[in-house]
């Protein structure tokens, strides 16, 4: 080889290593869920009174599942003079009056529920929780999101828990509404299956850092206070009073058989806006939280697995420079044969890709999921992960270099609610929608480029690095493709709209 070729491999192959790292925490994630997989969390004993509980509802521009997230808490098992239920809308449209509406059904029926309304976003929804908390009763607080369902018996599972009075939060698993409205969503319901079913299953069974999801949770009042409180310089709110809370000595339960359904975002451009917020907000709260984990007192277990916990998202900014450096290592490396493969890259794909295999494989099997149900899709989870790469890199490069951006929330269409997980809404109803951005020209790009290298392998009749150069050819075409076909179809709509009075006139 070359200098240059050198260079290349030599760099190609400390990226390889970086993924690795990140894939061997995957297994590890697995190994310590199934050796604690029967450690399960049992409440220490009954309340002589039931405790109050206050149910906050964070909503912003809800129109679509408002009324069902209201109608659904309304339901809820407590005894009514030891509950109370806040809607806390910051919306502009006409949510409010569907909320005041619902809100006034409801404590027409004897309901203790009560509409706050602010005229500022401050804080987003750290605000308003914040806000709501300010003039709360309860000594525990639910919290759900406008987008969830939760079960009738949710507080009757989740509060007994509490007896234990180091406990400072309960988290339910969440459900999927509409998991089978298509491809995306299945593949977002097996992501979310790996760190619900599989990540929290091994962290909190273990005595490990887990945190609080922001919704389909109960807090108790005393840890939010003792933690800080609800802080809004970050956009994960609830990962950064997490970790607050169990620095403090707050101890975390995790119901894993607790489910309560939830409503996936049914457009590419939905997805990445929430990940993209996911993904920035987690690197902010590790530039926060990680010098005081550091210094904690506690065992090193607990640190070490913080760290790569709030980390994880940093392998997004490995993935770019390796899908641009795969095709050029596969040109400079095709004329020494396969023993390089064999000996450096079939290993480090074992690390870096068959872990992501065997962790969602394994979430699928833990809900009993027949073996063609548990494989058919990991290769698009695989493919959609790497799509992602792009939009989540700049996420973490955004946070690493502090530069803010405002709450992106994540549309809500109220669909597969009731219609089998078919959509409800035709896109000429939908009123919500993620903001188109460049990215998709990015990663089209990328798909270009892997192209290249699949016709130059298939050409030179090497097939060694072919799989794994089409599962980043397909990933960054998926996902460029359909965020490109969203924003010219909400193009068409917006101008549809707007030529209509016109029309009309």
Same mark, same amino acid.
């Given at each position: 080889?070359?200098?240059?070729?050198?260079?290349?491999?030599?760099?190609?192959?400390?990226?390889?290593?970086?993924?690795?790292?990140?894939?061997?925490?995957?297994?590890?994630?697995?190994?310590?869920?199934?050796?604690?997989?029967?450690?399960?969390?049992?409440?220490?004993?009954?309340?002589?009174?039931?405790?109050?509980?206050?149910?906050?509802?964070?909503?912003?521009?809800?129109?679509?599942?408002?009324?069902?997230?209201?109608?659904?808490?309304?339901?809820?098992?407590?005894?009514?003079?030891?509950?109370?239920?806040?809607?806390?809308?910051?919306?502009?449209?006409?949510?409010?009056?569907?909320?005041?509406?619902?809100?006034?059904?409801?404590?027409?029926?004897?309901?203790?529920?009560?509409?706050?309304?602010?005229?500022?976003?401050?804080?987003?929804?750290?605000?308003?929780?914040?806000?709501?908390?300010?003039?709360?009763?309860?000594?525990?607080?639910?919290?759900?999101?406008?987008?969830?369902?939760?079960?009738?018996?949710?507080?009757?599972?989740?509060?007994?828990?509490?007896?234990?009075?180091?406990?400072?939060?309960?988290?339910?698993?969440?459900?999927?509404?509409?998991?089978?409205?298509?491809?995306?969503?299945?593949?977002?319901?097996?992501?979310?299956?790996?760190?619900?079913?599989?990540?929290?299953?091994?962290?909190?069974?273990?005595?490990?850092?887990?945190?609080?999801?922001?919704?389909?949770?109960?807090?108790?009042?005393?840890?939010?206070?003792?933690?800080?409180?609800?802080?809004?310089?970050?956009?994960?709110?609830?990962?950064?009073?997490?970790?607050?809370?169990?620095?403090?000595?707050?101890?975390?339960?995790?119901?894993?058989?607790?489910?309560?359904?939830?409503?996936?975002?049914?457009?590419?451009?939905?997805?990445?806006?929430?990940?993209?917020?996911?993904?920035?907000?987690?690197?902010?709260?590790?530039?926060?939280?990680?010098?005081?984990?550091?210094?904690?007192?506690?065992?090193?277990?607990?640190?070490?697995?913080?760290?790569?916990?709030?980390?994880?998202?940093?392998?997004?900014?490995?993935?770019?420079?390796?899908?641009?450096?795969?095709?050029?290592?596969?040109?400079?490396?095709?004329?020494?044969?396969?023993?390089?493969?064999?000996?450096?890259?079939?290993?480090?794909?074992?690390?870096?890709?068959?872990?992501?295999?065997?962790?969602?494989?394994?979430?699928?099997?833990?809900?009993?999921?027949?073996?063609?149900?548990?494989?058919?899709?990991?290769?698009? =989870?695989?493919?959609?992960?790497? %799509?992602?790469? &792009?939009?989540? @890199? *700049? /996420?973490?490069?955004? $946070?690493?270099?502090?530069?803010?951006?405002?709450?992106?929330?994540?549309?809500?269409?109220?669909?597969?609610?009731?219609?089998?997980?078919?959509?409800?809404?035709?896109?000429?109803?939908?009123?919500?929608?993620?903001?188109?951005?460049?990215?998709?020209?990015?990663?089209?790009?990328?798909?270009?480029?892997?192209?290249?290298?699949?016709?130059?392998?298939?050409?030179?009749?090497?097939?060694?690095?072919?799989?794994?150069?089409?599962?980043?050819?397909?990933?960054?075409?998926?996902?460029?493709?359909?965020? =490109?076909?969203?924003?010219?179809? %909400?193009?068409? &709509?917006?101008? @549809? *709209? /707007?030529?209509?009075? $016109?029309?009309?006139?």
């Amino acid at each position: 080889m070359s200098t240059t070729e050198i260079a290349v491999f030599a760099a190609y192959a400390t990226l390889l290593v970086g993924l690795s790292v990140f894939g061997i925490h995957r297994y590890a994630m697995a190994i310590l869920y199934y050796r604690h997989k029967y450690a399960l969390p049992t409440p220490r004993g009954r309340f002589e009174k039931p405790p109050r509980v206050t149910i906050q509802l964070p909503i912003f521009n809800e129109m679509y599942v408002t009324e069902r997230l209201i109608d659904s808490v309304a339901r809820i098992e407590w005894p009514r003079e030891s509950l109370e239920i806040q809607v806390l809308d910051d919306s502009t449209d006409e949510t409010q009056g569907i909320a005041r509406a619902c809100v006034e059904r409801h404590r027409a029926a004897g309901l203790d529920i009560r509409y706050v309304h602010r005229t500022n976003r401050k804080g987003f929804k750290a605000g308003a929780l914040e806000n709501g908390l300010a003039t709360a009763t309860g000594e525990l607080v639910a919290i759900f999101d406008a987008d969830f369902v939760p079960p009738a018996d949710f507080l009757v599972r989740a509060i007994p828990h509490f007896t234990d009075p180091k406990v400072g939060v309960v988290q339910a698993r969440w459900g999927h509404i509409n998991r089978d409205a298509s491809l995306l969503a299945e593949v977002q319901a097996i992501l979310l299956d790996g760190h619900f079913v599989i990540e929290h299953g091994a962290r909190s069974r273990s005595g490990r850092f887990f945190n609080f999801n922001g919704t389909a949770g109960v807090w108790r009042r005393a840890a939010i206070e003792e933690g800080g409180g609800w802080q809004h310089d970050t956009l994960t709110e609830d990962l950064d009073l997490s970790y607050r809370a169990q620095m403090k000595g707050w101890r975390f339960v995790y119901l894993k058989d607790l489910v309560t359904p939830a409503e996936l975002p049914v457009e590419m451009n939905a997805f990445k806006a929430q990940q993209h917020r996911w993904a920035k907000g987690s690197i902010q709260v590790a530039l926060k939280i990680l010098p005081a984990l550091r210094r904690a007192d506690l065992p090193a277990h607990v640190r070490r697995e913080g760290y790569l916990h709030l980390t994880a998202n940093l392998a997004y900014l490995m993935m770019i420079p390796l899908a641009i450096l795969l095709p050029v290592t596969v040109v400079v490396r095709v004329s020494h044969g396969p023993l390089e493969v064999l000996l450096f890259d079939l290993p480090m794909f074992a690390l870096a890709s068959v872990s992501v295999v065997a962790f969602y494989v394994a979430s699928q099997a833990e809900q009993g999921r027949t073996l063609w149900q548990r494989v058919k899709h990991i290769p698009m =989870v695989m493919a959609v992960g790497i %799509g992602l790469s &792009v939009n989540q @890199a *700049r /996420a973490v490069v955004e $946070a690493l270099m502090g530069y803010e951006t405002g709450f992106a929330r994540t549309p809500k269409l109220g669909d597969g609610a009731a219609r089998g997980g078919q959509p409800v809404r035709s896109l000429a109803q939908r009123s919500y929608r993620a903001a188109a951005t460049f990215q998709p020209l990015v990663e089209l790009g990328l798909a270009a480029y892997m192209t290249y290298g699949v016709i130059f392998l298939v050409r030179r009749e090497e097939y060694w690095s072919l799989p794994f150069l089409i599962l980043f050819q397909i990933g960054y075409a998926y996902v460029g493709l359909w965020s =490109v076909y969203e924003g010219l179809r %909400g193009t068409v &709509v917006r101008w @549809a *709209r /707007a030529l209509a009075p $016109a029309a009309a006139e």
